[in-house]
Nanobody, 122 residues
Framework: VQLVESGGGLVQSGASLRLSCATS????????MGWYRQAPENERELVAT???????YYTDSVKGRFTISRDNAKNTVTLQMSSLKPEDTAVYYC?????????????????WGQGTQVTVSS
């Protein structure tokens, strides 16, 4: 199983970024997909998740700014981030599992990518 994130970078406050996670080795359409992030000296936190059925969850701090989507034909999940703030600076990880949103929120998925750095300057 492989999850490979891309799209991170250095942007200014207010800018947008689009993160993508390409997967292989799983029956993607069956999996709940999620994006976690971890800032220095902080715990890893769930940013957004989407089930196989399309249900979503967002952490409060990104609601209205971030959008998670999935393409089952391409086995990819995307996180569109807009109105970025310095506090969004973190390493963003893609994760997947045959799990519920509740479980994704509690512990994340069974598979993880290597992460992509997002840095937002003020």
């Amino acid at each position: 199983v492989q999850l490979v994130e891309s799209g991170g970078g250095l942007v200014q406050s207010g800018a947008s970024l689009r993160l993508s996670c390409a997967t292989s080795g799983i029956i993607f359409r069956l999996y709940t997909m999620g994006w976690y992030r971890q800032a220095p000296e902080n715990e890893r936190e769930l940013v957004a998740t989407m089930t196989s059925g399309g249900s979503t969850y967002y952490t409060d701090s990104v609601k209205g700014r971030f959008t998670i989507s999935r393409d089952n034909a391409k086995n990819t999940v995307t996180l569109q981030m807009s109105s970025l703030k310095p506090e969004d600076t973190a390493v963003y990880y893609c994760t997947s599992g045959l799990i519920t949103i509740a479980t994704m929120r509690e512990r994340g998925g069974d598979y993880w990518g290597q992460g992509t750095q997002v840095t937002v300057s003020s």
